[in-house]
């Protein structure tokens, strides 16, 4: 019996489970109902009397030992990873941080996605642009002052390599390809010389528009924008339309939409008019269509184009127009919820 004692107690001693599932097989090994040391103590019974005491320690000790052994290597176990937690397969798992969408994004999206509803299709080009696409082909005259050095970047001094200064070029790669009808929202990035300030940044993002139908008139420009509005600032918004003057358009006009943020009372951010600018717009110029090869006595149309920065600002309240640009953690993080 001392023998086998001695042996339970050095195999205990050299124990070294790999995994949870062994150190419980080691328990009822031991300490199981039929263990190795329950058995043990059922032999003690047999002993006599004057032996009782010696064997009573011995078998009690190896009992202790086991114990002992089985907590140690749980603790260490749990120390070194949280073996119980590793062992759960439909535990959830750890949320990964996705970030969030630009605010010049999410508005970007969000103006394509209206005008998809009513039948537009999205057109790109480069950015990098001709003197054609960018002013020629809008009927910009030659002098005209949008082409001066001080507005467009040109590249290598060369007039005829520049960033375009508005992606009404886009509409103009679109004439020149398609036939009417011509439905096309041109999203993008524009560059124009001009000092960065809270309101203004030399390089900025547009979405502009194009129209182009038998007998398009000046009344569906108006209810297509009054849509957009609705759409974009809710329910209660309403327009209106001041004349204005650009090369590519006859008549042309820019659009006030009441104050969001006032209802049209008059606060801070309008400067107490109830209106804020987002866009202009107007009829294409007859020029425009007959230079982009479209008939201009069978087919009319009507553009308008827009800020994203612009209308993000007002949809968000953001006050600086640099923020955009900072990549500034604490402003992106607050878009967040926003899908
Ligand atoms: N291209 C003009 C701009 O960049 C906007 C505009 C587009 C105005 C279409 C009228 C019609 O300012």
């Known amino acids: 019996m001392i023998n086998k004692i001695e042996s ?17 097989e080691f328990r009822i090994k031991m300490l199981g109902k039929k263990g190795a040391v329950t058995e043990i103590f059922e032999e003690f019974k047999t002993i ?17 030992a086991v114990q002992q052994k089985i907590e140690e290597i749980k603790n260490s176990l749990t120390a070194s990873y949280d073996y119980e937690k590793m062992d759960d397969p439909s535990r959830p798992g750890n949320n990964a941080p996705i970030g969030s969408r630009h605010p010049i994004s999410l508005v970007k999206n969000e103006i394509i996605e209206i005008f998809t509803r009513l039948g537009y299709t999205v057109a790109d080009g480069p950015e990098i642009e001709d003197d054609w696409h960018v002013f020629s082909a809008l009927n910009f005259p030659p002098e005209h002052p949008a082409r001066d050095m001080q507005d467009t970047f040109f590249i290598e001094k060369d007039p005829d390599v520049l960033l375009r200064t508005h992606t009404s070029s886009i509409q103009v790669r679109v004439m020149e390809t398609q036939q009417p009808p011509i439905r096309v929202i041109c999203p993008g990035r524009v560059f124009r010389n001009e000092a960065i300030s809270a309101r203004a940044h030399c390089i900025f993002h547009q979405v502009e528009g194009l129209y182009i139908d038998e007998n398009v008139t000046f009344a569906d420009l108006k209810q297509s924008i009054l849509y957009f509005a609705k759409d974009l600032f809710g329910e209660d918004a309403t ?20 104050c969001n943020l006032c209802g049209g009372k008059g606060c801070a951010v309008c400067k107490g008019s109830g209106w804020l600018e987002i866009m202009g717009c107007g009829m294409v110029d007859p020029n425009v269509l007959e230079s982009c090869g479209i008939d201009s006595n069978k ?17 968000y309240g953001v006050r600086d127009l640099r923020l955009y640009f900072e990549n500034d953690l604490r402003f992106l993080r607050q878009f967040d919820s926003v899908i």
Do not use: C, H, W
């Not at 209106?240 to 009441?258: G, H, I, K, M």
């Open 8 to 24: 339970l107690l050095k195999e205990t001693k050299e124990f070294s489970p790999k995994n949870p599932t062994e150190i419980e």
């Open 48 to 64: 006599p009397g004057e032996k009782k005491k010696e064997f009573g320690q011995k078998i009690n000790a190896l009992k202790n």
């Open 239 to 258: 327009i209106r339309l001041r004349p204005s003057y650009f090369p590519f358009t006859e008549p042309s006009a820019e659009v006030d939409v009441s």
């Open 299 to 315: 087919y009319s149309g009507f553009a308008f184009g827009m800020g994203i920065e612009r209308i993000s600002m007002l949809k």
